[in-house]
């Protein structure tokens, strides 16, 4: 009887070590929360960086039309 107990013993420690593995419904939630938010935060970069870029080629036409007005070598 000892020996079917200790054999239930091992079978169910080897049962909870397989169950520490497994994710809990709120683990993955707390995944897909977390994927939810840096997907956002890059899509939000990506639009600034887009509008920078915009920017950034108006600034520089506008450079070029200034700098012989001031003296300045085109190029």
Known sequence: MDTRFDNMDTRFDKMDQKMDNFVTKEDHQEVMNTLDKLVGLFEKKDQEMTFMG??????????????????????
């Open 54 to 75: 915009d920017h950034l080629d108006k600034v520089s036409k506008d450079v070029e039309k200034i700098k012989p007005l001031v003296g300045l070598e085109l190029g």
